[in-house]
């Protein structure tokens, strides 16, 4: 996945009138056979993933599909778009994805968006009459650089709260629009209602809608077009694909997350265009007193530095469990925040993290690590985190909120026990007892600690819940299923 050209930085006038960019930065996307998946899916639903977008390809007659986000390095709504850009290339059709152009200002105003529709409270300033024109204008700078390469007919899905902008543009320049939300609360509130407030009249005239669970759709949408979509992994992937132990635990020493081991073989993996990769770049950041001995308990929660992954809170835990946890270690591990253009909290929420940290006794300090991954190759970073996850002991997911969440589905696709907040999609993911184990309080310290402990003292249940969370991601998660839902609603919404 590459740039085209250079991206231009976005000027925003005082007067509200805003200069466009010479064009969005496009993702190059190489594609992907979708038979290539009948290995881990089976046969049959690999032909019938085929089939369909055989269909749809002769339906839609040369109309494009074009997504649009706000990042293409870091989370899982670019993972996602670069993992289905693919296998729709590879069937032959014509798809293309562009990234929005902002300032500090817009997505500091958008990440707020983010955090009321999870329904949290969300800081900075009030959504007044001088958010909505700054966003109004960097809206429509970008919709006047979109326009130069969108086409009447084109079916365009538009990412989170940073696109909802560009729907009326692109209505009425006659694009098909599906506006996608991928966060969202069970439980609507004055915070989620300031959120719906702000972005319903942008996003009254798209075609249709999609969410990632039936109870985050708002009340206003009765009636529309709305489609649940839940989303999913790619098990061919640099983070999915199969890994020798000897190959983790060499990807890990080569990070400075495992201590080296005689039995370690190269810190090698194959690469999606089938290359063989190996990883050389350190991790951005690494507050680590020595890595993990090779045959210590790891505790892993990867996640982006969001106040709502409470990647502070598992620290927090760790530590106040002391001794208790069977010497395991703990890796606190996320994507270096440089490159998270549209997250301006990353950068907050992990010096915090850094300073609990360096406060902590030297006999917890010790057994904690704490690592920004680099984005610069995203299959590199993709192997380490797929390392982790296969060499943890537990992984962990103690979001306050969650969207979704695949990060959980990932560590299950590999057969590691997860104990998990039982907060938004994390639910449509685990049976409790069954594929994991759910927390009712994601804040209760004393809880998760001792979940993670029983875990670790009893490798039946390990083991059980581990293949049965396996056996889950399959039936439900992977790629193939997702693929047919989008297919079906790209039918829709174009009338073919």
């Known amino acids: 996945m590459a740039y085209t050209g250079t991206p231009q930085p976005l000027t925003v006038h005082p007067q509200g009138q805003s200069a466009a960019p010479p ?5 190059h996307v190489t594609g992907a056979d979708p038979l290539l998946l009948a290995g881990p899916v089976g046969a049959a639903r690999a032909d019938e993933l085929d089939t369909a977008f055989h269909t749809v390809r002769a339906a839609l007659a040369g109309r494009r599909i074009i997504d649009v986000n706000s990042t293409m390095n870091g989370g899982g709504v670019a993972e996602m778009l670069h993992r289905l850009q693919r296998y729709s290339r590879g069937a032959g059709l ?7 152009q902002g300032d500090p200002a817009f997505f500091a105003l958008t990440k707020q968006l983010h955090h009321l529709l999870h329904g949290a409270v969300a800081s900075g300033s009030p959504l007044n009459r001088a958010g909505a024109e700054h966003y109004a204008a960097v809206s429509e700078a970008n919709a006047r650089a979109l326009l130069g390469v969108v086409r009447p007919g084109d079916v365009v899905t538009l990412h989170d709260p940073q696109t909802a902008g560009l729907v009326p543009y692109l209505r009425r320049a006659g694009s098909k629009v599906v506006w996608r939300c991928h966060v969202g609360t069970d439980d609507p509130n ?39 979509i839940r989303p999913s992994i790619d098990p061919l992937s640099a983070k999915n694909q199969p890994l020798a132990p000897s190959t983790a635990a060499a990807v890990l020493s080569r990070v400075g997350l495992r201590a080296p081991a005689d039995r370690d073989g190269p810190a090698i993996y194959r690469r999606g265009d089938g290359s063989v990769g190996q990883v050389r770049r350190n991790p951005t950041s690494l507050f680590s007193a020595s890595p993990p001995p090779a045959d210590a308990p790891l505790i892993v929660q990867v996640s982006r530095w969001d106040p709502l992954k409470d990647m502070a809170g598992v620290l927090t835990s760790f530590a106040e469990a002391g001794g208790s946890l069977n010497g395991a270690h703990l890796a606190l591990v996320g994507p270096d925040v440089t490159g998270v253009t549209d997250d301006p909290e990353g950068a907050r929420v992990f010096a915090e993290c850094a300073a609990l940290w360096h406060r902590l006794p030297d006999r917890v300090r010790t057994r904690a690590h704490l690592a920004w991954l680099p984005m610069a190759d995203t299959e590199e970073n993709a192997v380490i985190v797929n390392a982790l996850q296969c060499s943890a002991t537990v992984v962990t997911q103690k979001s306050l909120a969650e969207g979704f969440g695949l990060t959980v589905s990932e560590a ?16 449509d993911q685990i049976e409790h007892g069954v594929h994991g184990i759910l ?33 889950r991601v399959r039936d439900n998660f992977l790629d193939d299923r997702q693929l047919l839902q989008q297919i079906s609603l790209y039918q829709n919404v174009a009338g073919v």
């Open 23 to 27: 064009a969005l930065p496009e993702a």
């Open 94 to 100: 014509d798809t293309r994805w562009f990234t929005m």
């Open 190 to 228: 004055p915070y989620t209602d300031r959120a719906w407030a702000f972005l319903r009249p942008w996003l009254e005239t798209a075609d249709a809608y999609v969410f990632s669970r039936e109870q985050y759709v708002p009340g206003w949408l009765a009636g529309r077009h709305v489609a649940v």
């Open 412 to 427: 299950m696709w590999k057969g590691r026990p997860v104990v998990a907040s039982a907060v938004g999609g994390i639910r």
């Open 439 to 471: 927390l009712d309080d994601p804040r209760d310290s004393v809880s998760f600690t001792a979940q993670i402990s029983s875990l670790m003292g009893d490798q039946c249940l390990a083991d059980e819940l581990g293949a049965g969370a396996r056996h």
